[in-house]
């Protein structure tokens, strides 16, 4: 995983809220056996017509949303399946941070595991969001805030940990397998066998 | 010792590490369910990195999502069925656990099944124990007082790896069901009220513990209804605490314990329940007494009125509107008598014998009215077989509905059972999301019975006028 401290972006916008994992990736793209080329997929359904044609009406199709590397998106993002394909399908396409006033709990863990940010914000901050697409904003996970372009910051949750393994670009399984051997003092002290 | 609820007990029991300020808990998993869509790539790292599968032990696999409902009589069917990637996913998996070490229940076993439906079944879902898999209805083994819930492939591998999982400690909500239901109301319809009450991130950073008289009156197939839609609230996990309904269900399972081993666990599971005391984060009671079958009338699972209710009127929200249009309905008007195009009966929400039941006593004498295509898929292989030994296939097949072979199927489509564009399908699964059942697809969520009414008359339709004539 890449080492993520700051950056900037512009961003696009999708206002509907409760936007769920099978808007993020439909499940007919599910049944891949690699993470790789899932850009392709995100938000088919909603990006795509009948014909397989761009919806020129969807705001990731629009000229101004090339090369925009945020999303702002509606209230309670990333809810419904534990798909990780979401998160993958998103950074694949060129999404680093996703900003919602909440964001979905295994939405959010899948995302922390691979460097999306998952940036949970106040009303007012996330409603000037909402009515400004487009604007760059610099999401800095080493001060856990965001910053808009007037210079104002909000700040967003993120525990030490998730924060020390974003800026390090440290992977999980190695800190597990660290304790490898706790696991196993815990395997034969424990008073029941599962 | 202070008071504790029956999620402190489970996490406090499973901690290899305790969680600090700048550290998760290392929390031990005692069961690992896998199937073939959320692994692969949990494999690929464990391999690349050259780590065995800690416990296989601790494992079980099954083939539900992107399987055929209909018959194979080899491999080779496979890619006929349901399509070469689908297929090829199938035989990854089969490939892996083989590999691993990991019991599967394939297609040969008579046992395969949707994965929360056959890990109760065979009683290796008990009181108590941690439950993972990579599927967000995990959280329907709560129903046995275990901490389930669902993660991400990244998490998948990392139980397979090392048997753990990095985890804050969640907060609690406490839902409190009192009221005696009426006839033709189920547990399907308390949990819809549940979220229509709570909104879909209303549980979200909570495990949800449900208490109260009509909780403890239900079944264990009625409890994991209630706890499967746990996530459909926001809650990663729901639970339940074990009882004697609990207990008289698991006695002489196939992977129960047994002997002394059995009345031992019994005397750590009666110890499971919250002390008396015991505090959550946030708490909310419902009274049932005068609950009607609930339906959805939008594109989440909060969207839902009772059947003889109204959409509620257009508040001019965006969200709201988009999902209307979507759906094709009407601000203020009823959703009662709406014609309707599709019924699936099936998915580890409503799949399970006593569902099937239900279905079955509406269905009993009567025909699938017109052109309503009516598919009925039980939730495992051994479903399938309890079931055909009752009798209940020939009265779905007499009345004109389809009898196929157990999965996920029409849930979510990823087997190429879908609902057409436009098309409206009373299903009893667990989403109405956009899409969730076939491109354009337009999903109502509802009981077995309610399903079944649809059924019958071709309209959404209260199941409590048929159950009275």
Request: charged letters at 20%; hydrophobic letters at 40%; one cysteine or more.
């Amino acid at each position: 995983m890449d080492k993520i401290t700051r950056f900037t972006s512009r961003t696009v916008v999708l206002p509907q809220s409760d936007i769920d994992t099978d808007q993020i990736v439909p499940a007919r793209f599910l049944t891949t056996t690699t993470r790789k080329g899932l850009g392709q997929a995100l938000f088919a359904d909603w990006r795509y017509d009948s014909a397989g044609q761009p919806r020129p009406d969807f705001a990731l199709n629009q000229p101004a949303a090339a090369g925009c590397g945020i999303l702002v998106a509606g209230h309670n993002f990333g809810c419904g399946s534990s798909r990780e394909h979401a998160p993958w399908a998103l950074l694949d396409y060129g999404i680093g941070a996703v900003i919602s006033t909440g964001i979905a709990d295994i939405f959010r863990n899948n995302s922390l595991k691979n460097g999306l940010v998952p940036v949970i914000v106040d009303a007012d901050t996330h409603g000037w969001l909402l009515a400004h697409p487009g604007v760059e904003v610099t999401v800095d996970v080493d001060a856990r805030s965001i910053r808009l372009p007037d210079g104002r910051t909000a700040e967003f949750p993120l525990d030490g940990f998730s924060r020390y393994c974003l800026l390090n670009g440290v992977d999980q399984l190695g800190y597990l397998l660290q304790q490898s051997e706790a696991i196993t003092r815990f395997e034969k002290a424990r008073a029941w066998q599962p | 010792m202070t008071a504790r609820s029956l999620f402190e007990k489970v996490w406090d029991d499973h901690q290899v590490v305790a969680e600090t300020a700048d550290t998760p808990a290392v929390l031990y998993i005692d069961l690992h369910l896998i199937h073939e869509v959320t692994t692969p790539e949990a494999f690929n790292v464990l391999k690349s990195r050259g780590l065995p599968v800690r416990r296989p032990d601790l494992t079980l696999a099954t083939l539900d999502h992107s399987t055929p409902t209909l018959p194979i009589r080899s491999l080779a069917d496979l890619d006929a069925l349901v399509g070469a990637p689908a297929a090829k996913q199938i035989r990854v998996m089969l490939d892996n656990c083989r590999e691993a070490g990991i019991r599967m229940l394939d297609f040969d076993s008579g046992q395969r099944g949707i994965v929360h439906v056959i890990g109760p079944e065979l009683g290796i879902t008990q009181p108590g124990k941690t439950i993972v898999c990579g599927d967000s209805h995990t959280s329907t083994h709560g129903a046995f007082g275990a901490l389930a819930f669902g993660i991400g492939t990244t998490e998948v591998g990392h139980v397979l790896a090392t048997q753990c999982l990095l985890q804050r400690k969640p907060k609690t909500l406490a839902i409190n069901v009192n009221g005696r239901l009426a006839r033709g109301v189920g547990a399907k319809d308390i949990i819809l009220a549940i979220i229509g009450r709570i909104g879909v991130g209303g549980g979200t950073g909570h495990v949800i513990e449900y208490r109260g008289e009509t909780i403890s009156a239900l079944s264990m197939e009625q409890r994991m209804t209630i706890c499967n839609m746990s996530i459909e609230g926001g809650a990663r996990a729901g639970m339940i605490a074990p009882d004697d309904t609990t207990i008289g269900y698991l006695a002489g399972r196939p992977l129960a314990p047994s002997g002394a081993a059995w009345d031992q666990a019994v005397r750590r599971w009666r110890a499971l329940p919250a002390d008396p005391g015991a505090r959550y984060d946030r708490e909310v009671s419902l009274d049932v007494a005068k609950l009607a079958p609930m339906i959805t009338f939008g594109t989440n699972p909060g969207m839902v009125i009772p059947i003889d209710g109204a959409v509620p009127a257009d508040t001019g929200d965006a969200s709201f509107r988009k999902s209307l249009q979507y759906m094709g309905v009407e601000a203020g008007k009823p959703m009662l008598g709406r014609p309707v195009d599709v019924v699936f009966i099936g998915s580890c929400t409503n799949s399970r014998l006593s569902d099937l039941r239900e279905a079955a006593s509406l269905l009993q004498g009567r025909k699938v009215s017109g052109s309503v295509k009516v598919m009925i898929v039980p939730g495992s292989q051994t479903v399938k077989q309890q079931a055909e030994a009752e009798g209940l296939d020939r009265v779905f097949t007499a009345a004109g509905a389809e009898w196929r072979e157990s999965g996920c199927s029409m849930c979510l489509g990823m087997n190429g059972d879908t609902v057409a564009r436009g098309q409206l399908c009373v299903s009893t699964s667990n989403r109405n999301f956009e899409g969730r059942q076939g491109i354009g697809a337009r999903t109502v969520l509802a009981s077995p019975l309610t399903a079944a009414a649809a059924a019958v008359t071709g309209r959404i339709s209260d199941p409590r006028e048929l159950l009275a004539r």
